[in-house]
T-cell receptor, first 113, second 114 residues
Framework: AQSVTQLGSHVSVSEGALVLLRCNYSSSVPPYLFWYVQYPNQGLQLLLKYTSAATLVKGINGFEAEFKKSETSFHLTKPSAHMSDAAEYFCAVVPSGNTPLVFGKGTRLSVIA | EAQVTQNPRYLITVTGKKLTVTCSQNMNHEYMSWYRQDPGLGLRQIYY???????DKGDVPEGYKVSRKEKRNFPLILESPSPNQTSLYFC?????????????FGPGTRLTVL
C-alpha cells in the first residue's frame, strides 16, 4: 500500500530561519506527491506537487520540495521563514489515477519572532 | 471561481439527532470525498465517490452515509450522531483525468456532538 510518513508532528523555527519539513513515501509505482497547507480555521490548499517533470518543484509562498527517489523523500523547504507561514502542512501521495489521496498525519509549523 | 462549498461551517448537535452536511463543487469534478480531521490523527477518509451513483468506503466509514445523485453534490449524513463523531470535516473534489490532478478542499465543518 502507498503511504507517506511525516517526521515530526511539530516543528518550530525562528523568523528568517530555514524551514525543513520532512516527508518520506512508500510506493510500488512511481509516486505523484503533493504538499498541502492548512492555515488556522481554513481548509487545505495546494502548495506544490511533483508530477515527474522535474525533481525540484517550486510552489507558492516561496516553498519548494525536492523529489529524491534514492531516499524515497519529498521534503518541503523554504529558505527564510515568515510569521505567516505558521500553519499545518500535509504531505500526500496518489497511488494511482482513480484512487484517493493518501495523507500523512501532518506537521504543525510554528514561527517564533 | 473554482470552489468547494460546505454547509454548515459550524454545528452543535445532540446524540442521536440526524444531520446532513452538504458539499458542492463547481468544477465538474468526477471525484469527491469526505475526510475527518482529528488532532494527532491527520486526515482520515470517510467515503469517496468516483462519479454519480458510485460511492465507496474510506478508512473510517462507520456511522456515516453518503449519496451522489448529482455530479456537483456529495452530502454527508450522520443518521445517529455520537460524541466520537465530534470532529472537523472536509469535503474535497478533483478530476480523475490524470494522477496529478489537484484535489480541492472545502473550508471545513466543525461538528460537536453533545
Amino acid at each position: 500500500a502507498q503511504s507517506v510518513t511525516q517526521l515530526g508532528s511539530h516543528v518550530s523555527v525562528s523568523e528568517g530561519a530555514l524551514v525543513l519539513l520532512r516527508c518520506n513515501y512508500s510506493s510500488s509505482v512511481p509516486p505523484y506527491l503533493f504538499w498541502y497547507v492548512q492555515y488556522p480555521n481554513q481548509g487545505l490548499q495546494l502548495l506544490l506537487k511533483y508530477t515527474s517533470a522535474a525533481t525540484l518543484v517550486k510552489g507558492i509562498n516561496g516553498f519548494e520540495a525536492e523529489f529524491k527517489k534514492s531516499e524515497t523523500s519529498f521534503h518541503l523547504t523554504k529558505p527564510s521563514a515568515h510569521m505567516s507561514d505558521a500553519a499545518e502542512y500535509f504531505c500526500a501521495v496518489v497511488p494511482s489515477g482513480n484512487t484517493p489521496l493518501v495523507f500523512g498525519k501532518g506537521t504543525r509549523l510554528s514561527v517564533i519572532a | 471561481e473554482a470552489q468547494v462549498t460546505q454547509n454548515p461551517r459550524y454545528l452543535i448537535t445532540v446524540t442521536g439527532k440526524k444531520l446532513t452536511v452538504t458539499c458542492s463543487q463547481n468544477m465538474n469534478h468526477e471525484y469527491m470525498s469526505w475526510y475527518r480531521q482529528d488532532p494527532g490523527l491527520g486526515l482520515r477518509q470517510i467515503y469517496y465517490s468516483m462519479n454519480v451513483e458510485v460511492t465507496d468506503k474510506g478508512d473510517v466509514p462507520e456511522g456515516y452515509k453518503v449519496s451522489r445523485k448529482e455530479k456537483r453534490n456529495f452530502p454527508l449524513i450522520l443518521e445517529s450522531p455520537s460524541p466520537n463523531q465530534t470532529s472537523l470535516y472536509f469535503c474535497a473534489s478533483r478530476g480523475v483525468a490524470t494522477r496529478t490532478d489537484t484535489q480541492y478542499f472545502g473550508p471545513g465543518t466543525r461538528l460537536t456532538v453533545l
